[in-house]
């Protein structure tokens, strides 16, 4: 626990350090420097504590925070690991994101200090044991991520989705605040531990936080149907700021529905239902969403709805299992969302970092004028593939690994002998299957359009070499850590055994064990297959030559008649077509000269069109009935002062 | 030993002569000689020979993606049951593994289409990622079902239905095998949903992919494009056929089932046309339908609700 506060105090002292430094270029250097060994020391002591057990802190605050406990148990380790991991990358990269902008002289010094808080408030959030620091953290948390968000608030719409961003996470907080209102007045205390006592004495009041808390935690995880601040605020931040969102800070939300499983322990079974239910729309809805964008950030955001609806598939099979007490079911679930959690990070990590790195040289997310960007960007595109291929969960990247996992704890699940449990463990795994081949979808349109073929635009044209080396290896260690863990699953397996120990006993492992090492050794085989393969061709390869692709007998085709974005997805919009909500904006060309016409089609979250631009309108309306109370006439204002002065005075006269 | 030996072999080869016999069976219905039956495999020599012509849009991936997905279409092979209803790796789970590698296959099949950069390409690229979306949940759905029935969680669950012989029983069998002959339909690129003998670029998908590969490229990607039909049927076999027969017998019946399939295959093309593009969704959700029913027959008889 000391290395762990050493770490953050590291970080802590570049934040502050930076902010004296004037060169911008250097204060970049400097807080990637002080939070990487921040995240070392944190690392370290984070093992540590997988091997010896658990660390504790207690301080006596006093005041209205009575004793506030930091804990360093195998939960809080798995996500510190995470964190500071994915954080610190993401920091180093940001020496090359920046750099255009300070040479157009844009002040950074904030933005370095809130990148630094941000890792500071995760990094104690996941260890704090008191209810009231937590909120507090939490808060910090959100605000500093707001703060990352509107980098460029000269833009209009970054500020718009910032504010946005910042109303859902109050709205999250509110039922946070309630969790915790809910267990401390019951117990008489902020510490978690007397949480846990309560929960168990009164079962029907621990469902009640049950639903707050996953609620709460839910919101701030992007669980539909409260993801809506996720498509809008990811993509207007900077990469590595999307990074670390899209990667970690929503992990923490993941954090608090681990922590209130943890001291609600398993509710009603149709709350686990619900919860299932939650999770498999969540992954549809974000993968749906996610195949029809055309930004590239935007895209990726949805994908992440997506793998939160994944891992909340894997919790709740483990809710499930556990409710009718199949331990092994329950182990290989939990590891898996474990898994999906960590494997996420990384892909999503890598992914917004190439997107970034192509944004920086193209000066646009717009996937529909990228195209042919491989030729130039090579190591880009290479990473942006690999990430694909992993979050698509083919083998043998690390995507797989995980949902293999929550595959196998379905199959296992069919034991259970509940026509319920039949019937749910037969969509989910329907679905997984539908969220697994749509991921395919989106993410060969993604790259095909973005990367491959010509450039559709003079921004792709002009690109002519890769990024910084400050750019590309943060990326590099990324994509062949994805490759990594998905050649070695068992060590892995191994890694994420250690928090899910803290909820079941693990005597079944062993046998999984050595089941994993087949499937690595399986795994294994097929990389070998592949590259024999490959040097059997290149062997017996026969004579080469280059020509234009057949265009049906024309040559010399414009880039643009290439296959679009759009009309790439048009065949599986027509398959959904209820689900979303298209609008066509047409000017056709006329005359026998036309001047101009356009085609453009726009596809909008139903949710946000149907649900909550009424519910705002409305709100708006409603408000508006109280514009009389707030005129902006002082002397009214004046008048109130004395009406309430007045009211005051009677009230006191006729108490007394 | 001998049996996975066996089955390496019939991954290799039987997969020319299903083609030569489907073309056969077209042959013999359209009142023509035909070819010999392995004029594939002299067709896939032949064009292992030749010079090979790369498009100027393309890079790496163009080239590399052909062995990608045949090393994925093999390795997916290995976790099929063929004869005796064995397969070379049996593993729980290897049902994922399998889905999953065809799909990498896929996957970068899709890449390197799009890389040409022409419209054709994306158009067939788009079809055939679209149409994954609906086979693959559906396939799920059986085989799940399936394992539900037999509690084995492994391909060999596909042998035990067999057994669990009551009406019900043989209902999900027939239901389960229709489900599947529309994946192999789908999947192997062929009538109705897909004419593998013509080159209208605007009515195919897995054939419009590949207008710009030639040579030993094209030689690979046929060969594991049939390869896959070929995977599929043997599924259909392992439903079929009861376990504890002879090497011989269980071969001989095995590659009569693939007979029967090839000329099944090669009869539909000749008796329906190609369906239009709006049609052949329909088609392709009619297998989820099966897929369901096959569900609610299994939860019918576990649960008898």
Not at chain 1, 27 to 47: N, Q, T
Not at chain 1, 224 to 250: E, Q, T
Not at chain 1, 356 to 369: A, Q
Not at chain 1, 592 to 603: D, G
């Amino acid at each position: 626990m000391n290395f762990y506060f050493l770490g953050i105090a590291f970080i802590l002292f570049g934040a502050i350090f930076s902010f004296f430094i004037k060169k911008s270029d250097l204060k970049l250097k400097l807080i990637s420097f002080f939070s990487s060994i921040g995240a070392i020391s944190v690392i370290f002591s984070s093992i540590k504590t997988f091997i010896s057990g658990a660390g504790e802190k207690v301080f006596d605050v006093g005041f209205i925070f009575q004793s506030v406990r930091f804990s360093l148990d195998n939960i809080s380790a798995f996500f510190a690991i995470i964190i500071s991991f994915i954080s610190a990358l993401a920091i180093i990269y940001s020496i090359g994101y920046l750099k255009p902008y300070i040479q157009k002289n844009k002040s950074i010094t904030s933005h370095c200090l809130f990148l630094n808080l941000l890792m500071i408030s995760m990094l104690l959030v996941v260890v704090c044991q008191n209810a009231l620091l937590f909120l507090i953290i939490w808060e910090l948390m959100s605000l500093s991520s707001f703060f990352l968000v509107i980098f460029e608030h000269e833009n209009k719409e970054v500020i718009k989705s910032g504010v946005k961003y910042l109303i859902y996470m109050h709205i999250s907080v509110i039922f946070i605040i309630l969790f915790f209102a809910l267990l401390s007045i019951q117990s008489h205390s902020l510490d978690f531990k007397y949480f846990y006592e309560i929960a168990k004495q009164n079962s029907s009041f621990a469902n009640i936080a049950f639903i707050f808390g996953f609620i709460g935690f839910g919101i701030k995880a992007g669980f539909v149907p409260f993801h809506n601040w996720l498509p809008d605020a990811h993509p207007k931040a900077p990469s590595f700021v999307s990074a670390m969102m899209s990667a970690v800070m929503i992990k923490t939300g993941i954090y608090g529905i681990i922590r209130t499983i943890e001291i609600c322990s398993i509710p009603k079974i149709e709350i686990i239902y619900f919860v299932l239910l939650i999770s498999l729309i969540t992954g549809l809805y974000g993968i749906f969403y996610a195949s029809v964008q055309k930004d590239i950030k935007k895209m990726l955001a949805y994908s992440s709805i997506e793998n939160i609806g994944i891992i909340g598939i894997g919790l709740s099979v483990y809710l499930l299992a556990t409710y009718f007490e199949y331990p092994t079911v329950a182990l290989i679930a939990l590891c898996g969302s474990f898994a999906h959690i960590l494997n996420h990070a990384i892909f999503k990590a890598l992914l917004f970092l190439s997107a970034g790195s192509v944004y920086i040289k193209t000066h646009t997310k717009d996937m529909e004028i990228l195209g042919g960007l491989i030729k130039k960007m090579p190591i880009t595109a290479l990473c942006f593939i690999i990430g694909g291929i992993s979050i698509c969960a083919l083998p043998p990247f690390n995507g797989f690994v995980s949902e293999f996992f929550i595959y196998i704890s379905f199959i296992q699940a069919l034991d259970i002998n509940n026509f319920g449990v039949f019937i749910a463990i037969l969509f989910a795994f329907a679905s997984l299957a539908l969220i697994g081949r749509v991921a395919i979808l989106c993410f060969t349109k993604t790259i095909s359009i973005a990367f491959l073929g010509e450039a559709r635009s003079k921004n792709a044209q002009e690109v002519k070499f890769d990024n910084s080396k400050t750019m590309l290896i943060p990326m590099g260690i990324l994509s062949s850590l994805c490759l990594l863990i998905g050649l070695f699953p068992q060590y892995i397996f191994k890694y994420t055994l250690k928090p899910a120990s803290v909820f079941i006993d693990y005597g079944c492992a062993c046998k999984l064990i050595s089941f994993l090492d087949v499937i690595s050794k399986c795994l294994l085989a097929f990389l070998g297959l592949i590259l024999l393969f490959l040097l059997i061709k290149k062997i017996i390869s026969n004579k080469q030559e280059t020509y234009s692709t057949w265009g049906c007998g024309y040559n010399r085709l414009t880039n643009k008649v290439q296959y679009s974005a759009s009309s790439f997805v048009g065949p599986f919009l027509t398959i959904l077509k209820p689900l979303f909500k298209r609008t066509r904006d047409v000017k056709k060309a006329k005359g026998l000269f036309p001047k101009e016409a356009h085609y453009i089609t726009k596809v909008d979250d139903i949710e946000e069109a149907y649900i909550i631009s009424p519910i705002l309108k409305w709100d708006e309306k409603f408000l508006s009935k109280f514009e009389i109370i707030q005129n902006g006439d002082i002397q009214q204002y004046i008048r109130f002062g004395l009406a309430f002065l007045l009211i005051a005075l009677i009230c006191a006269i006729l108490i007394s | 030993m001998l049996i996975k030996f066996l089955n390496i072999i019939l991954l290799l080869i039987t997969p020319f002569l299903m083609v030569g016999l489907i073309r056969k069976t077209k042959a013999f219905w359209g009142a023509r000689k035909g070819a010999s039956i392995f004029q594939p495999f002299y067709d896939f020599v032949k064009l292992m020979k030749k010079e090979s012509v790369f498009s100027s849009s393309t890079t790496l991936i163009f080239k590399l993606s052909p062995i990608i997905s045949f090393a994925c279409v093999i390795f997916a092979g290995l976790f099929v049951p063929m004869v005796q209803g064995q397969s070379i790796i049996n593993i729980q789970g290897g049902i994922i593994i399998f889905a999953y590698v065809l799909a990498l296959s896929k996957f970068i099949s899709i890449l390197s289409a799009m890389e040409t950069a022409s419209s054709f390409e994306g158009m067939g690229a788009s079809r055939e990622a679209c149409f994954t979306t609906i086979i693959e949940p559906a396939f799920f759905i059986v085989v799940a079902s399936i394992m539900a029935l037999s509690k084995i969680y492994t391909f060999d669950s596909l042998n035990m239905i067999l057994y669990s012989s009551n009406h019900l029983g043989y209902l999900i069998i027939l239901f389960a095998i229709l489900a599947l002959l529309i994946m192999l339909i789908v999947e192997g690129a062929r009538v109705p949903v897909d004419d593998p003998s013509t080159h209208l670029e605007l009515t195919m998908i897995h054939e419009v992919m590949i207008l710009d590969n030639c040579s030993q490229e094209l030689a690979l990607i046929s060969y594991s494009a049939w390869m896959k039909m070929f995977l599929i049927s043997s599924l259909i076999a392992t439903i079929l056929l009861p376990l504890g027969l002879s090497l011989w017998v269980s071969l001989v019946s095995f590659l009569g089932v693939i007979l029967f399939i090839s000329i099944l295959i090669g009869t539909i093309e000749s008796a329906i046309a190609r369906l239009r593009m709006g049609h052949v969704f329909e088609f392709v959700f009619v297998m989820s339908s099966f897929a369901l029913v096959v569900a609610s027959l299994v939860a019918l008889k576990l649960y008898g609700v």
